[in-house]
């Protein structure tokens, strides 16, 4: 079993930065990849950013790149996500979800809200 609990969301204005954390415990060895998706109300979940925790190789979607960041710390097995010039379509709730490969994320967080005002 692997426990993710993410961290750092909240109310934030157009334009300001955010971070999230996500913290693994558990059997995270098996999981290599590790990322960030993301739903708004009323639209599917989807993937925002991705990293593997022994590769370090990463994957933004489009709508985030040049803005968000992924890192990891792998002695604190934490990710992180950096959120820079945030925009009010990035409201969403943010899950940060782990698993062995990157078609199979099998352990997901509880969510962290984040809400971007205009």
């Known amino acids: 079993q692997v426990q993710l609990v993410e961290s750092g969301g909240g109310l934030v204005q157009a334009g300001g930065s955010l971070r999230l954390s996500c913290a693994a415990s558990g059997r995270t060895s098996s999981r290599d990849v590790i990322g960030w998706f993301r739903q708004a109300p009323g639209k599917e979940r989807e993937l925002v950013a991705r990293t593997r925790w022994s590769l370090g190789s990463v994957y933004y979607a489009d709508s985030v790149k040049g803005r968000f960041t992924i890192s990891r710390d792998n002695a604190k097995n934490t990710v992180y996500l950096q959120m820079n010039t945030l925009k009010s379509e990035d409201t969403a709730v943010y899950y940060c979800?782990?698993?062995?490969?990157?078609?199979?994320?099998?352990?997901w967080g509880q969510g962290t809200q984040v809400t971007v005002s205009s």
């Open positions: 979800a782990t698993g062995a490969t990157l078609s199979s994320w099998n352990y």
